[in-house]
Each structure stands twice: as structure tokens, then as C-alpha cells.
Nanobody, 124 residues
């Protein structure tokens, strides 16, 4: 079992930055692909970024160049640095862990463990 806890959300203005952190407890953190997803009101949860066990890093097109994901296995923590935030980035952000094959890094139901979510609100 893996427990995930996110932190770092908040209310910011357009163009500001935030860094989200997700800390895992339980099984060996490095054995999982880790992902960030988000869900805006009335919309489906969507892929944002992922880091695979093999070292691959992937982003959705709309955040490429603005968001950076990193992981520190020794701290069982992944981060999502979000720069140049836009109102359309407003959502609840979730951290997730997957034991599935690396190729499913963007697939919602490939993730076994989820955090509780943290709200990010970007005002215009």
C-alpha cells in the first residue's frame, strides 16, 4: 500500500508560480511511475505530467515549457513546479502512483494510488 499526500496549492494571479509536492509513504517509492493529474469543475480528470521508473518525463501539450516535474527518491517526494500560470490551469491537482508499464504513464486507470488533491486557483 502507498499513501500519497499533496501540498502546495493556493490562490495566485496570472503569471505567478507555485510548486506542488507529493510525499509517499509505504512501499518503495522508486518502483512506481508517478504522475500529476488535474480536474477542473465540471470536467474530467486529465493528465498533466509523469515521470516513469525508466527516467522518462512527459507533459501534456498545454503545460509543456511552463511546468516541470521532478522526483527525489531519497525523500519519497515528487514535485510539480508550475510557472506562468494561467486561469485555465485552475483545478484540483492530484498526485498518483502506478505499478503499470511505463507506456501507460498518461492513462488514468493505470494508476493504483491517489492523493487527496490540492486546489490551485489562478485569477486573471
Amino acid at each position: 500500500q502507498v499513501q500519497l499526500v499533496e501540498a502546495g496549492g493556493g490562490l495566485v494571479h496570472t503569471g505567478d508560480s507555485l510548486r506542488l509536492a507529493c510525499t509517499a509513504s509505504g512501499r518503495t517509492f522508486s518502483q512506481y511511475n508517478m504522475g500529476w493529474f488535474r480536474q477542473a469543475p465540471g470536467k474530467a480528470r486529465e493528465f498533466v505530467a509523469a515521470m516513469t521508473r525508466s527516467g522518462g518525463i512527459y507533459y501534456r501539450d498545454s503545460v509543456q515549457g511552463r511546468f516541470t516535474m521532478s522526483r527525489v527518491n531519497a525523500k519519497n517526494t515528487v514535485y510539480l513546479q508550475m510557472n506562468s500560470l494561467k486561469p485555465e490551469d485552475t483545478a484540483v491537482y492530484y498526485c498518483a502512483g502506478s505499478s503499470a508499464s511505463d507506456q501507460y504513464y498518461a492513462t488514468l486507470n493505470a494508476y493504483d494510488y491517489w492523493g487527496q488533491g490540492t486546489q490551485v486557483t489562478v485569477s486573471s
